[in-house]
């Protein structure tokens, strides 16, 4: 059983940055797709950028493109998110998700979630 634990979301002022963390468990992760969501109040869970396990091949929502980076360290099983200049529309929950096979951005494709990590960015 995969588990999947997000930590290092908190509170922000506008153009901040903040590194949130993914500690994965409970299987091989080789084959595998690690994913950033975010889900805001009132709002529809969002796709943020994923990354492959194998090859790291990464991806990103056009919001976030060029402020965020997502890496991965294999050793410690652990996915990162670096955000940067950080706005308050990026306020939400960040969920870490993970998936076996080829890249996706829907969240109905992943099969493992982590509970979440909220980040908050006051303007």
């Known amino acids: 059983q995969v588990q999947l634990v997000e930590s290092g979301g908190g509170l922000v002022q506008t153009g901040g940055s903040l590194r949130l963390s993914c500690l994965a468990s409970?299987?091989?992760?080789?084959?595998?797709?690690m994913a950033w969501f975010r889900q805001a109040p009132g709002k529809e869970r969002e796709f943020v950028s994923y990354?492959?396990?194998?090859?790291?091949?990464?991806k990103y929502a056009d919001s976030v493109k060029g402020r965020f980076t997502i890496s991965k360290d294999n050793a410690k099983n652990t996915v990162y998110l670096e955000m940067n200049y950080l706005k308050p529309e990026d306020t939400a929950v960040y969920y870490c998700?993970?998936?076996?096979?080829?890249?996706?951005?829907?969240?109905?494709?992943?099969?493992?979630w982590g509970q979440g990590t909220q980040v908050t960015v006051s303007s």
């Open positions: 409970g299987r091989t992760f080789s084959s595998s797709t």
């Open positions: 990354i492959t396990w194998n090859f790291g091949h990464t």
């Open positions: 998700a993970s998936k076996y096979g080829m890249a996706t951005m829907r969240t109905t494709d992943f099969d493992s």
